[in-house]
């Protein structure tokens, strides 16, 4: 019989891939192909009017050359449901290969959104994710090496396209190379604005520092931030420190709390300090603090990389910054936004896998956050060490290859849709695939190429650039901020300096031209506390009263300070010099160091039986163009 003869048209532009074979349930069928079929394949079969989907679990050759697949149902599309078929479907049926429609309507692709990538059995259809999703949370899982963070690249690219605010919380300081276009592109690669910062602008010297106020903190932010639990006396000390800083009415900042603490009438009061000195140790607050709103600006990436950060400040900043930025949400002071944690076991860990001071507020955020516009990205590659409760909120799951049971276990707890086949197919993924979780059925998913670079690569020999630390001025601008004021691609050069100092004097030689830059006569005692004083921009007067010490007495020391050149001859204001300007150390790399051409011994001709340290200058240059970051200006 020519069995196309007897075939309604629609069937006709469709392949047929063979003949179902013996026994036949709602859920799977048998049969012998006769074309060329391949594992998760899609076809699909007529029964009752209605074209049912399904998909090819397995596929099998016979030694006399057949081949056998198993296909599980998925069901068929009806008033904008997918439903599973109740009838089974008739033995011999013919399959046929499932027709892009098909497919994407039983599925219930969505049309338009964040493009990620393709079908990973049909290149041709685009599987695109509701924006609005977002903000209902997500999760990126996945064993390490198998695409997470380029998959968490892709998300970020799609949202910043959309114009989304998005804060990314980078504990490896990968995620700057979103602002640099995918090299590996032939067409379509582009940059993104990114701004990065960190608590620790030492290593990461790229960044912005990252800095929080600590005016007015409320007790139970305190007590959050407090290493250690703090006995009832210690609670009482703070509770009287912070009641008498309020009855006051000013604004108080640590300091405030501290010397209040200080003042109390308890020996519980020191072990309090101590704890307190931790936080103030930290170097994450500040006087002069980071403005939050500044981290969220729509259409950019604020990246905080805590690269080289010290955990117990990571902890601190993950916490300061979703309790503080959540606040400010609440209260519409900051746009809707993204909060992406890359590693986000550790600042959510499930109970018996440590605690973190981010846990209460990641939850409250998990569970609120939606109505406020405030969406978490859970990336991580142990997903059984994830806090449930916050895990279980994520609405959408992007799942790569994970083959850890437990990790497994996990996912198929919080999440729905995790039958026992998506459980073993996500061990078998390759890198770049992934299932997109939290639609009607798990769609598996490869993940597109970036448009920006990939900044997650693991370091080769080859790429490997060895850091060298020197001691630096402290540039008053960043290098980013230059970049973008002066619009210039801005690198960085040390310029070679040796300091040489004796009891009396100190000079700055050039370690390329040999000649000397600064010089001074230093301070003696009593003069280098007036200098610090008129540096704090004290007057004279003031000085007298508080240093307790006759004006003839000034008279002498100002003649001195004079004569010594450390202020001027004209009006009793201390003169400038690059010897008084902060130093810090830097990691630099090889090329970013100009070579000293004098040796030590030839600087110390300068100043005999001097003490010799190197230093460092530091230069933005971007073609003929040079900028000094210490004056702040173009040279
Ligand atoms: N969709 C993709 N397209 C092209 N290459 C990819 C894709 N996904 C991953 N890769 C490649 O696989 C490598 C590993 O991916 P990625 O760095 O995202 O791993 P990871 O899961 O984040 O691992 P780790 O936990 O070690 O950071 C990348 O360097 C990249 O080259």
């Known amino acids: ?37 391949g594992k998760f394949d899609f076809v699909s079969v007529k029964s009752n009017e209605r074209w049912i989907l399904a998909q090819v679990e397995e596929v099998t050759k016979k030694p006399d050359g057949e081949t056998l697949a198993e296909a599980n149902i998925i069901g068929y599309r009806d008033k904008g449901l997918t439903k599973a078929p109740r009838q089974v479907i008739e033995p011999d049926s013919i399959v046929y290969e499932a027709d892009q429609e098909l497919i994407a309507e039983t599925l219930g692709l969505e049309d338009a959104g ?55 919380l980078d504990p490896h300081g990968e995620y700057s190379s979103l602002e640099i276009p995918n090299p590996e592109r032939s067409e379509g690669a582009k940059g993104y604005d990114v701004r990065e910062f960190s608590p620790n602008t030492d290593v990461n010297s790229e960044a912005m520092p990252l800095r929080f106020s600590s005016v007015n903190m409320e007790k139970k932010e305190l007590l959050e931030v407090i290493p250690d639990s703090l006995t009832n006396s210690q609670m009482g000390v703070l509770y009287n420190a912070l009641k008498r800083l309020r009855e006051k009415g000013d604004d108080y900042t640590l300091n405030d709390i501290m010397d209040a603490v200080s003042q109390e009438d308890s020996t519980a009061k020191w072990n309090l300090l101590n704890s307190m000195e931790q936080i103030e140790e930290s170097g994450l607050f500040s006087e002069t603090p980071t403005n939050l709103k500044d981290l969220l600006e729509p259409g950019r990436a604020t990246i905080i990389n805590l690269k080289a950060v010290e955990p117990e400040a990571t902890e601190m900043t993950a916490y300061l910054l979703a309790k503080r930025l959540f606040d400010l949400r609440k209260r519409d002071r900051v746009p809707p936004f993204v909060m992406l944690m890359e590693e986000a076991h550790n600042f959510a860990p499930e109970q018996g896998f440590g605690k973190a001071l981010s846990s209460e507020i990641l939850r409250k955020i998990a569970s609120e956050g939606r109505k406020f516009g405030l969406g ?42 995790v039958t026992s086949e998506v459980e073993s197919m996500i061990t078998s993924l390759p890198p770049g695939v992934c299932f997109v979780l939290g639609n009607e059925y798990p769609v598996m998913t490869q993940v597109r190429q970036r448009y920006s670079k990939h900044g997650g690569t693991t370091q080769t020999a080859e790429d490997y650039e060895q850091k060298i630390t020197v001691d630096c001025y402290l540039p008053q601008e960043d290098i980013d901020t230059v970049r973008q004021k ?9 310029y070679p300096l040796y300091h040489l100092e004796t009891d009396d004097v100190e000079i700055l030689v050039d370690g390329v031209e040999g000649d000397v830059k600064a010089e001074r006569k230093k301070p003696s005692g009593l003069e280098k506390q007036v200098l610090e004083k008129l540096r704090n921009g004290l007057e004279k007067s003031e000085i007298v009263n508080e240093i307790d010490m006759t004006l003839t007495k000034m008279s002498s020391i100002q003649e001195s300070l004079v004569e010594k050149g450390l202020v001027h001859e004209d009006r009793f204001e201390p003169k400038e010099s690059v010897l008084d300007v902060d130093l810090v150390e830097r990691d630099a790399t090889e090329p970013e160091l100009i070579d000293y051409k004098i040796d030590e011994k030839t600087a110390r001709n300068h100043l005999e039986g001097a003490k010799v340290r190197k230093l460092r200058y530091p230069y933005y240059s971007s073609g003929d163009s040079v900028y000094d970051p210490i004056l702040n200006k173009q040279l």
């Open 376 to 417: 978490i990205g859970v990336v991580s590659q142990r997903p059984a060490r994830i806090d449930k409760n916050v895990l279980s909120q994520c609405n959408t799951q992007f799942i790569l290859r994970v083959s850890n049971p437990n990790d497994i276990k996990a996912i198929s707890k919080s999440f729905e849709g």
């Open 114 to 168: 964040l493009g990620i990538g393709n079908l990973e059995t049909n290149p041709d259809i685009d599987i695109f994710v509701d924006e609005s999703d977002f903000y209902k949370h997500f999760a990126v899982l996945a064993q390490t090496g198998a695409g997470k963070s380029y998959l968490t690249g892709v998300l970020t690219e799609e949202l910043l396209e959309q114009e989304f605010p998005i804060l990314i």
């Open 486 to 494: 002066r619009d210039g691609d801005y690198t960085i050069a040390y």
């Open 1 to 37: 019989m020519d069995l196309r003869r007897t075939l309604p048209d629609e069937l006709l532009d469709r392949m047929q891939l063979g003949t179902i074979e013996g026994e036949v349930d709602t859920s799977a069928f048998k049969f012998r192909a006769v074309e060329d079929v």
